[in-house]
Every structure is written in C-alpha cells, then in structure tokens.
C-alpha cells in the first residue's frame, strides 16, 4: 500500500470554525463542551456537549444551496470548501471523475430523522413532509459535497458509531493506492440533536453533569461519556500527484487497521485483545517500533471504560516506557461523535505540520475515576515523526492509524 499526502483540512468544530482557530484552541486545550442551548435538556440527567458555536452557512454558500440541507450536510460542506481551498486545488483543472467523496457518521441528520417520523406518527403518511426524506439517508453530507463541487468520482459513507470517520480514511487510502483516484475528500460529520441525546441519557451513557449558565463545563473521566459535534474534511491525494503539483504536504498517513472484538451491546470490548491487535498491527504494516512513535492519540470519552481498555493495551504493548508515556485524549476536548477520527486526524496533521505536540495527560490519569478536571500538560516544541492513533467504539471495533511527516 502506498503513502497516501494529507494536502487539505476544513473544521467545523466545537474548538473553532477554520482550521487557525481550530488549531489555536487545541494548542491551548481550551475546551468546546458547553451546556446544550439548542434543545430541551431540563428532564435529562445531563446538559452538556462539544457545541458548534457561531456557524453561519451563509459565510461559505448561497442561501440556494444550503437552504434544504440539514445542519450536517451544511458543516459537511463547509467544511469541504475550507479543505479544497486550503489544499490548493484548482478544480476547474482535475479530473473530476478521478475525485472521490467519502465520509463516516454515526447517526447523519438524527434532527431530519426525528423531525420526518415525527410529522408521519402525527399526520399520517399524507401529512409526512417529503422535503425533510432526503436528509435523512446518512450518505446524504457526502452527496451534497459531491453535488455541491461537481464532482462525479466514488461516492459512499460509512457507519460504525464511533470508528465511522476511521473506516472512511482507510477506504480512501485503498482507493488511492489502487489508482483507483487521485483525489478524496475524506470526511467525518454528526450533529447533536434531541433524539440521539435522550437515547444516550436513557442508556445511562452521559457524564452527568448539569450547568446552569453557559460557562465551560468540566467534566470528570470515568463518569459516563460526553456527546459532539462537529465535520471535519481532509484533502488526500496519492503523494506523485501531490509532488507534481507541488502541494504544500501536512503530512502522511502511512497505515491503518481495524479489528473486530466480541462484546455486549453499549460496551466497549473488555479485554481490549483486538485494540492491541489493531495496534500491533499497524506499527508493523508501517514498519516501526513502539519507541519509533513520538505521540499516542487516544480515543479516551469520559465514559472510563474506553480509558481502562487503551490503558491496559499501551501498558503492554508500550513495555517500560509506558510509566512516563503521555496520551492526547482529544475528545476530552469536543466530545464523542461518529465523525471525530476526522477531527483527531487533522489536529495531528496540525501538530506535524507546526512541529508542536498536541497538549497531553500522564497515561495513568487514564486508570479509574478522576477525582478532578483534566490536568492537560503543555509540551515544547519538538520532532513529531510518527503519531498513533488509537480508536475503539462500541460493540468491540477497534483502530489503530499511523499518520507521519514527510520531508
């Protein structure tokens, strides 16, 4: 498989709108999780989120084209616009056949989902609102994008929860190390709404916490996870097609894996045999050593038992090292959604590009309930060479990503 160069990035996210603001807050771990104002939550035992602030579709579009998308599909595009400008892209001179579009999401529009049944169980199949279907397919962001650029290449989304945006970027690296394309927005996108809030609230998921105002919430890990949102796109290309045109290279990914485990529906997999798996793996298929990686990007959510698996499997598989070893819980930051592999990518590609390490946590504050806020750890500047990221959702899936620099 080949080296595939990360050329592009667009974030619509609860750290910030653009990828400097982004970038910014993520440097500072300034968090983006606030109490919920765009719903009801006065009966849930929780209120907060990784909130997407102050967006405003009309700054990237016309009325006309964002008017009949959903809150997704619009930060999808958004995003996709940021990312193609950001890369440099001239589409006016690629070859638009020869471009693909793929994304992951958890849930896609839950809003246009609830907002279509709901008009079908009041008003019968005569009163549903037929405007409201379309959004309701999950591939519908990764549509609009295409739709959106005039792009006619491979067009697909995948769901797995919380590796959705994950199994997108390994099936982008497939297509362009196939030759398949030359060019893939690869993304991942959800929005928070009341539907997949109440759910989580009513599986006894959340991290209960309730604020009053709208002041930064601080919640606690190992007490139950915090839900996001957000779209993140990248711009990958096949790296000869990136030299050629003489792009400005973010950095590479070099390979990726995911595993499958056996668990209990709402859980993560107990023992974390195929997070190791996935890990093991994917430090082999990129040719290095444990010692061969400079940051570990964790998938940790609050929830605990996400944070008790990975710390078991970089216990093992890091050896000695691992006593001192600090992790980049990033979720910590923006919350949990289906689409922040994407989100996680882009802020290791940033901390790759800069040449500065993302802020961290010792690997033992992932062990047991935290009897305070998130101690994050600022890091000096530094040579960021390969960064792993590690990724594990509900139902036992698994993944481990290696994104490195490219001189």
Not at 276 to 283: D, E, N, P, V
Not at 333 to 344: K, T
Request: aromatic share 8%; net charge neutral.
């Amino acid at each position: 498989m080949s080296n595939i160069a990360i050329t592009g990035i667009g974030i619509v996210s609860p750290l910030g709108i653009g990828k400097k603001t982004f970038w910014e807050n993520c440097r500072k771990a300034e968090t983006g999780i606030k109490k919920i104002a765009s719903f009801d939550t006065g009966s849930l035992r929780s209120n907060i989120a990784g909130v997407v602030e102050d967006f405003q579709p009309k700054l990237f579009m016309p009325p006309a084209a964002y008017r009949k998308m959903s809150r997704v599909s619009r930060m999808s595009v958004a995003a996709s616009i940021e990312a193609l400008k950001d890369s440099g892209l001239d589409m006016g001179r690629v070859n638009r056949e020869r471009v693909a579009v793929i994304m992951g999401t958890a849930y896609g529009s839950s809003s246009r989902v609830e907002d279509f049944y709901v008009s079908l169980l009041k008003d019968g199949p005569r009163g549903a609102q037929p405007f409201l279907f379309p959004e309701t397919v999950p591939n519908a962001p990764a549509s609009h994008i295409s739709m959106f650029h005039d792009i006619t290449g491979p067009n697909t989304t995948f769901c797995q929860n919380a590796l959705s945006a994950e199994n997108a970027i390994l099936y982008a690296w497939n297509l362009l190390s196939q030759g398949q394309v030359d060019i893939v927005l690869v993304g991942g996108a959800d929005e928070l709404s009341s539907i997949v809030y109440s759910c989580y609230d009513a599986l006894g998921a959340l991290n209960k916490v309730k604020v009053i105002n709208r002041e930064q919430a601080c919640p606690r890990p190992g007490r139950g996870l915090v839900l996001g949102e957000g779209s993140g796109i990248l711009v990958m290309e096949r790296l000869d097609f990136a030299l050629e045109r003489k792009a400005d290279i973010y950095g590479i990914f070099k390979t990726g894996l995911i595993t499958g485990g056996i668990t209990s529906i709402g859980h993560y997999e107990t023992e974390g045999e195929q997070m190791g798996r996935a890990i093991s793996l994917s430090l082999k298929n990129a040719g290095l050593e444990p010692d061969d990686i400079d940051q570990i990007d964790v998938s940790a959510n609050f929830s605990g038992e996400a944070e008790e698996m990975e710390y078991a499997r970089i216990k093992q598989i890091f050896g000695n090292r691992s006593g001192s070893l600090e992790v980049i819980p990033l979720k910590y930051l923006f919350g949990d959604f289906g689409g922040a592999g994407i989100i996680r990518a882009a802020a290791i590609l940033l901390s790759i590009h800069h040449q500065e390490p993302l802020p961290s946590i010792n690997i033992e504050a992932l062990k047991g309930k935290s009897p305070g806020p998130v101690a994050w750890n600022r890091g000096f500047k530094r040579k960021i060479g390969s960064v792993l990221m590690i990724s594990s959702t509900f139902g036992g899936g698994s993944a481990g990503l290696i994104f490195s620099g490219f001189s």
